[in-house]
């Protein structure tokens, strides 16, 4: 018997993937990686903001943590604690004998000029048993308070008190904080609408006033305003000096009168022009600080 032997062929068949299936599956890589990387872009910019953010609350905070602590010192020590024959409390620009009183190194007055962008006042800051003359005062780019345009700086001088005029004490500033955007100039239209420009162009060319216009509020805002013992809202300025009653009104020596008790600071700080603006919306970001404190020592 005759065997054949079958040799069996097969034909490979050649299989891939053609041009278009090719540029299509390209194609849609190049949008999932996009919308990755866009993502992470995303991220990293809105990191970046909230890390300016963070850095401006911090010197800030010290800022405010500072002026609460000196508000807590104001007023002491007091002429009731410094004997001084004949001479009645609280010392004032009254007459002669109320002035020696005022004028003395050893006596805290206590709040001497209070107004929406500055703040001058006595006590003993360090423990010392030493007075002190302290200063807050915010003022523009060449050095004007009240200031003409912002951003400004608010700036604090602490020097020891010399014999004389407690409002003609001079200043030393050893301490600011930048980019301060509220002006403390509440004018034109109640509450506020106007006050100090910001100076400065968004990135888009639009100018920084035009921008912050529908938040007048926010770029107005008084720095310091102060509270009666009831809790209202006490008009300023106030001056020891060239205020009329304005003995009774700083140093709360007359139980029955309307007096400040309490001063709020507040802060708006806009971030640096140059490098704490937001990558994502190409605008600087705000951060608002607010400290209050009840003067304990205000008798």
């Not at 937001?278 to 003067?295: F, H, K």
Request: aromatic fraction near 8%; include cysteine.
């Amino acid at each position: 018997m005759n065997m054949k032997r079958f040799r069996q062929t097969s034909t490979r068949l050649q299989g891939g993937f053609t041009l278009l299936e090719l540029m299509l599956v390209c194609a849609v890589l190049a949008v999932v990686l996009g919308a990755v990387f866009e993502g992470i872009n995303t991220v990293i910019k809105r990191s970046q903001s909230e890390q300016v953010k963070v850095d401006l609350t911090q010197s800030g905070r010290e800022f405010v943590d500072e002026f609460e602590r000196d508000l807590h010192q104001v007023g002491y020590p007091n002429c009731r604690l410094v004997a001084t024959a004949g001479v009645s409390c609280p010392a004032d620009y009254s007459n002669a004998t109320q002035q020696t009183v005022a004028f003395n190194p050893a006596v805290a007055v206590g709040l001497v000029h209070v107004d929406n962008t500055k703040i001058i006042f006595e006590g003993d800051m360090n423990g010392t048993g030493v007075v002190d003359s302290v200063q807050y005062e915010l003022v523009d780019v060449n050095g004007l308070n009240p200031p003409a345009s912002c951003p400004c700086t608010l700036q604090r001088s602490e020097v020891v008190k010399v014999a004389g005029d407690p409002e003609a004490q001079t200043p030393t500033f050893t301490q600011e904080l930048q980019n301060v955007v509220n002006s403390g100039q509440p004018v034109g239209a109640a509450p506020y609408g106007g006050g100090a420009p910001i100076s400065g162009d968004t990135a888009w060319g639009a100018t920084n006033t035009a921008y912050y216009a529908a938040i007048t509020t926010f770029k107005d805002y008084p720095v310091f305003q102060a509270y009666d013992q009831f809790g209202n809202i006490v008009p300023l300025p106030v001056d020891l000096k060239t205020t009329p009653g304005a003995t009774q009104t700083l140093t709360c020596g007359v139980s029955s009168i309307v007096c400040i008790k309490s001063i709020r600071l507040t802060i708006n700080l806009l971030a640096n022009a140059t490098t704490g603006v937001d990558l994502q919306t190409r605008v600087r970001p705000v951060t608002t600080l607010v400290g209050s404190a009840r003067l304990v020592d205000n008798f």
